[in-house]
Nanobody, 118 residues
Framework: QVQLVESGGGLVQAGGSLRLSCAAS????????MYWFRQSPGKEREFVAA????????NYADSVKGRFTISRDNAKNTAYLQMNSLKPEDTAVYYC???????????WGQGTQVTVSS
């Protein structure tokens, strides 16, 4: 079993920044893919960003390209989502996910709330 714990959410004004962390523990794999998703009330969960644990290949939703950066620290078993130039529409619960193959989401964190005020 792998456990994922998100942190770093909070309240920020539009144009501000936050950095989310996703700490992984348990039987992690070096070839994991890690992902950030988000979900707002009344909306479906949407993909935000992805990174391969080994190699660092990344992918982003068009809505966050140029503003968000996903990264990872392999030694700390932690993935990050640096969010800059935040907009009110970025308000959501952000979830970290991990899987053994691309587009496979075997594990999920509990989520962390990000609220961007106008």
């Amino acid at each position: 079993q792998v456990q994922l714990v998100e942190s770093g959410g909070g309240l920020v004004q539009a144009g501000g920044s936050l950095r989310l962390s996703c700490a992984a523990s348990g039987r992690t794999a070096i070839n994991f893919y890690m992902y950030w998703f988000r979900q707002s009330p009344g909306k479906e969960r949407e993909f935000v960003a992805a990174i391969r644990w080994s190699g660092g290949n990344t992918n982003y939703a068009d809505s966050v390209k140029g503003r968000f950066t996903i990264s990872r620290d392999n030694a700390k078993n932690t993935a990050y989502l640096q969010m800059n130039s935040l907009k009110p529409e970025d308000t959501a619960v952000y979830y970290c996910a991990a899987g053994y193959y691309q587009s496979q989401y075997n594990y999920w964190g509990q989520g962390t709330q990000v609220t961007v005020s106008s």
